[in-house]
């Protein structure tokens, strides 16, 4: 079982910064690709950002340029920094990982969420 633990949003006006951090702990192996994504009222769940282990980046259009994501692998540890923020960015963010358990085995999981609301 792996635990994803959110933790840095908050109230921010438009124009700030906030940034979000998530922690994987549990039985892993190795976390092969962490991501965000953020559901605002009455959406749906939305992609914004994924950074993997390899390197490999990619944002949501309504982000890029503001937001980027980034990652410490000796804490299993992922970032989004979140600038230039703007009301349509109120949502609860959620962190997903793809972690390998062992060779072979591999789960997906949420973390719990973090609000994020930009008053204009």
């Known amino acids: 079982q792996v635990q994803l633990v959110e933790s840095g949003g908050g109230l921010v006006q438009a124009g700030g910064s906030l940034r979000l951090s998530c922690a994987a702990s549990?039985?892993?192996?190795?976390?092969?690709?962490m991501a965000w994504y953020r559901q605002a009222p009455g959406k749906q769940r939305e992609f914004v950002a994924i950074?993997?282990?390899?390197?490999?980046?990619n944002y949501a259009d309504s982000v890029k340029g503001r937001f980027t994501i980034s990652r410490d692998n000796t804490k299993n540890t992922v970032y989004l920094q979140m600038n230039s923020l703007k009301p349509e960015d109120t949502a609860v963010y959620y962190c997903?990982?793809?972690?390998?358990?062992?060779?072979?085995?591999?789960?997906?999981?949420w973390g719990q969420g973090t609000q994020v609301t930009v008053s204009s």
């Open positions: 950074l993997t282990s390899g390197g490999r980046l």
């Open positions: 549990g039985s892993i192996l190795s976390v092969d690709a």
């Open positions: 997903n990982a793809e972690v390998s358990h062992r060779i072979g085995v591999r789960g997906n999981y």
